[in-house]
C-alpha cells in the first residue's frame, strides 16, 4: 500500500527564512502527489499537485516542490518565509489500489518568527 | 460561487446521541469523501461514495453511516457505538477518483460532553 512520510511535525523559521518542509512517499508506480494547505478551523486547500508534467512544480504564494523519482521525494520550499505563511501542511499521494484513494501524510505545522 | 459547505460549524453531543454531519456540493462532483481529523494523526479516510446510491467504507469506518442520495449531499451520521467521536471532521469532493485535487469544505468540529 502507498503511504506518506513528512518528515518534522513541527517546523520553525524566521520571517524572510528559506522554508523546507519534507515529504517521502512509497509508490511502485509515478504517482500523483500533492501539497495542501490548513489554516486554523478551516479546510484543506490545494497548493500544488505533481502529475508528471514537470519535475519542478510552481504553486500559489510562492510555493513550490520537486519531484525526485530517485529519492521517492516531493519536498515543499519558499525561499522567502512570511507570516502568512504559517499554517499546516499536509503531502498527499493518490493510491493506485483500492478506489485512487488519496493518502496523507501525517501533516508539519510551520511556525514563522518575526 | 461553486464549493461544498458543511454544516454545523460546531456542535456538541452527549454520549450515547446520533448525530448527523450535512456536506453539500455545487461542483457537479461525482466522488465524495468523509475524514475524520484528530491532532497528529493526518486525515482518516471513513467513507467514500464515487457514484449516486453507492458508497465505500475507508479506514475508520466503524461506528458511522453515510447516504448518497443526490450527487450534491453525503451526510454522515456519528452513532453512539463510535467510541471517541470527538474530531475534526471534513468532508471533500473531487470530479473522479484520478481527477488529481479534493476540494474541500471547512469542517465540522463534533464535541462529546
Known amino acids: 500500500a502507498q503511504s506518506v512520510t513528512q518528515l518534522g511535525s513541527h517546523v520553525s523559521v524566521s520571517e524572510g527564512a528559506l522554508v523546507l518542509l519534507r515529504c517521502n512517499y512509497s509508490?511502485?508506480?509515478?504517482?500523483?502527489l500533492f501539497w495542501y494547505v490548513q489554516y486554523p478551523n478551516q479546510g484543506l486547500q490545494l497548493l500544488l499537485k505533481?502529475?508528471?508534467?514537470?519535475?519542478l512544480v510552481k504553486g500559489i504564494n510562492g510555493f513550490e516542490a520537486e519531484f525526485k523519482k530517485s529519492e521517492t521525494s516531493f519536498h515543499l520550499t519558499k525561499p522567502s518565509a512570511h507570516m502568512s505563511d504559517a499554517a499546516e501542511y499536509f503531502c498527499?499521494?493518490?493510491?493506485?489500489?483500492?478506489?485512487?484513494?488519496?493518502?496523507f501524510g501525517a501533516g508539519t505545522r510551520l511556525f514563522v518568527k518575526a | 460561487d461553486g464549493g461544498i459547505t458543511q454544516s454545523p460549524k460546531y456542535l456538541f453531543r452527549k454520549e450515547g446521541q446520533n448525530v448527523t454531519l450535512s456536506c453539500e456540493q455545487n461542483?457537479?462532483?461525482?466522488?465524495m469523501y468523509w475524514y475524520r481529523q484528530d491532532p497528529g494523526q493526518g486525515l482518516r479516510l471513513i467513507y467514500y461514495s464515487q457514484i449516486v446510491n453507492d458508497f465505500q467504507k475507508g479506514d475508520i469506518a466503524e461506528g458511522y453511516s453515510v447516504s448518497r442520495e443526490k450527487k450534491e449531499s453525503f451526510p454522515l451520521t456519528v452513532t453512539s457505538a463510535q467510541k471517541n467521536p470527538t474530531a475534526f471532521y471534513l468532508c471533500?469532493?473531487?470530479?473522479?477518483?484520478?481527477?488529481?485535487?479534493?476540494?474541500f469544505g471547512e469542517g465540522s468540529r463534533l464535541t462529546v460532553l
Open positions: 498527499a499521494v493518490i493510491g493506485n489500489t483500492g478506489g485512487f484513494k488519496t493518502i
Open positions: 461542483l457537479n462532483h461525482d466522488a
Open positions: 509508490s511502485s508506480v509515478p504517482p500523483y
Open positions: 505533481y502529475t508528471s508534467a514537470a519535475t
Open positions: 471533500a469532493s473531487t470530479a473522479g477518483p484520478l481527477a488529481g485535487e479534493l476540494f
